[in-house]
């Protein structure tokens, strides 16, 4: 299918790398326009440059979403470069692993905290007034297995991550009225290029890359198209009478028992 998303304005947040470049190149096939809002400015601007290569329109607009200031900066820029954002795809997060609770520095509970969340609520800050105003939008906020499930060692990114479906569930049941949808995605474990760098860390990268794909009843990880395609489908009218739904997309991983 193409042109789902003719004559929408996206942002999408880690645009430059992993997930999010995924979702920003799919929306861009799908007619949106896009600006990829990222810490990582090399990246960034080479993802722009590929999407205006195949005649598609974006701008790179480099943010920390920690930052309030460079979240409403970026948001400008979108309005004057490409108009006002109908769809916002909060997908930046910091993913650290291997940390347990009494490993966790206050500095770095507080650093996860800023960007996985405070992160979101800054871009759903500037862009909601616009939605409101212009009678609609979509947010999609990328949550995980962690925003339901607790696996250890990953403390306090699936605190966060559980923040996420709260952030999502709160919005969505204030702005319905406003026909601003707002829906959480939730991804198992994706191939991305720094999952494929972890890997080659490991003894065995193959094996490190099967254990994990394992978990997962499909019995292997997610590539990042598969997780682009579901957020094209929340943020197009082909979700339109979805809010406060939290979209797993897991291979099935939530639902195994184990004891
Ligand atoms: N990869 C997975 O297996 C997986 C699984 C479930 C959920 N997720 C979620 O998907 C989303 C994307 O994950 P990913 O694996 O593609 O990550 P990634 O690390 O590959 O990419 C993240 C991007 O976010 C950018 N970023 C980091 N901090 C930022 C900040 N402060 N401001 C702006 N940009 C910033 C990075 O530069 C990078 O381009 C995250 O929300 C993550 O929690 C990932």
């Known amino acids: 299918m193409t042109n789902r998303l003719q004559n929408q304005v996206a ?12 979702i920003a190149r799919l929306f ?5 326009k896009v600006c990829v809002a990222d810490v990582d400015v090399e990246r960034g601007l080479a993802l722009v440059e590929e999407l205006k290569a195949a005649g598609q329109q974006a701008i790179f607009a480099e943010t920390d979403i920690a930052d309030e200031d460079s979240v409403n900066a970026m948001v400008q820029a979108t309005c004057e470069q490409l108009g006002e954002p109908n769809i916002l795809v909060n997908n930046a997060a ?3 692993m291997g940390k347990s609770v009494l490993d966790v520095s206050r500095e770095q509970w ?3 905290f800023a960007v996985n969340v405070d992160g979101m609520w800054h871009c ?3 862009v909601l007034p616009m939605m409101k105003a212009a009678g609609g939008g ?5 949550g995980s297995v962690h925003s339901f499930k607790v696996v250890p060692d990953s403390f306090p990114y699936g605190v966060t991550k559980h923040a996420v479906i709260g952030l999502t569930r709160n919005l969505a049941v204030e702005f319905g009225p406003d026909n601003i949808r707002v829906n959480a995605l939730c991804p198992g474990m994706v191939e991305t290029p720094n999952a494929f760098k972890a890997w080659e860390q490991t003894e065995d990268p ?20 598969e997780i682009a395609r579901p957020a094209v489908f929340l943020a197009s009218s082909e979700s339109s009478f979805m809010t406060g739904h939290s979209l797993v997309v897991d291979g099935g991983r939530s639902v195994l028992y184990h004891d």
């Open 124 to 126: 759903c800050r500037a």
């Open 206 to 225: 193959a094996a490190a890359r099967k254990a994990i794909g394992d978990v997962h009843p499909l019995r292997r990880n997610a590539s990042v198209e």
């Open 28 to 32: 861009a096939s799908e007619g949106a």
């Open 138 to 142: 979509s947010i999609i906020n990328v």
């Open 94 to 96: 910091l993913t650290p």
């Open 110 to 112: 507080q650093r996860n």
């Open 11 to 22: 942002i999408i947040t880690g645009a430059a790398d992993g997930i999010g470049s995924a």
